[in-house]
């Protein structure tokens, strides 16, 4: 096994998860073996995922249910970076009503927030709303969380990826219900967390620190991989197992540095 010449010259790779080294519940093949390959060549990684479902523990357990070992801090969720920029911003003492999964709601724990429950909305103060995907969405929620917003409450989205990709094909994503919220409210999110923000792209930079330009980004979406990459001043590669088509990045205006197949391809 042998890095193609075009992508030796790479000190740092920062890898999207869903769609690249998974879709779905499934793990796409030969992935662990490019990624094992890279540490033994002593290259710097880091997970970066707009997916906020889990949190930065649960990804670790799930790479190595597929082989590949990754320290919690190799990994980045817009879950994480959500909490640090509002620690950042506002401070611990803040009251969070979240849509989300529980990754979501544990992650904010961890940074000592106070998480207030569909209930309380209607007779507490919010702070901030945050939104994530949700696969147990209801109108409740939605209800929730834009009477919160109404009232005053910042608007904060993990990502805007508009679906997922899974075994059964392209399924809604976290911005299908930030969408919902922006329509219903009128009010705009005051910062989308996930890629192709350039705070969540500086957050994994620093942890690889490796400059950008020695860096590629490897992800299955031009709106956002791609994007972010360009932003940072990194190279990117999109591989075809998830989000997008070979005949959508033939049409698109914004061009990845690479294209493959799979990530499996990145070897010889």
Same mark, same amino acid.
């Not at 702070?127 to 608007?155: H, P």
């Given at each position: ?11 740092? #790779? ?9 879709? =779905? ?54 879950? /994480? ?8 911003? /506002? ?5 969070? /009503? ?14 000592? #927030? ?5 209930? +309380? ?25 834009? /009477?919160?917003?109404?009232? =005053?409450?910042? #608007? ?68 956002? +991989? ?43």
């Amino acid at each position: 096994m042998k890095l193609k010449e075009e992508f030796q010259k790479f000190k740092g #790779f920062i890898f999207d998860c869903d769609g690249v080294i998974w879709k =779905g519940e499934t793990k796409i093949e030969g992935v662990d073996s490019v990624i094992g390959y890279l540490r033994r060549e002593n290259k710097r990684i880091v997970f970066l995922t707009n997916n906020s479902t889990k949190t930065r523990e649960e990804y670790a357990k799930r790479l190595k249910i597929f082989g590949i070992d990754a320290k919690i801090n190799e990994i980045v969720t817009s879950g /994480y970076v959500t909490g640090q920029y509002l620690k950042k911003k /506002y401070g611990r003492n803040l009251g969070l /009503y979240i849509i989300g999964e529980s990754g979501l709601i544990e992650e904010m724990k961890n940074f000592g #927030f106070t998480i207030l429950s569909e209930k +309380d909305v209607w007779h507490r103060k919010v702070n901030v709303v945050i939104v994530g995907l949700d696969r147990k969405l209801t109108y409740e929620k939605l209800a929730a969380g834009a /009477y919160a917003i109404l009232n =005053g409450a910042k #608007f904060v989205a993990t990502n805007a990826d508009p679906n997922i990709p899974t075994e059964k094909g392209l399924l809604p994503g976290a911005g299908a219900i930030v969408s919902f919220l922006e329509v219903s409210t009128g009010v705009k999110p005051e910062i989308v967390i996930g890629k192709p923000n350039v705070e969540i792209m500086n957050f994994a930079l620093k942890i690889l620190d490796t400059e950008p330009e020695n860096t590629l980004v490897i992800g299955d979406r031009i709106e956002t +991989d791609v994007i972010a990459a360009k932003r940072v001043g990194c190279k990117s590669l999109i591989v075809l197992t998830g989000a997008t088509t070979l005949e959508e990045v033939r049409k698109s205006k914004v061009k990845p540095d690479f294209i493959l197949k799979s990530l499996s391809d990145m070897v010889l």
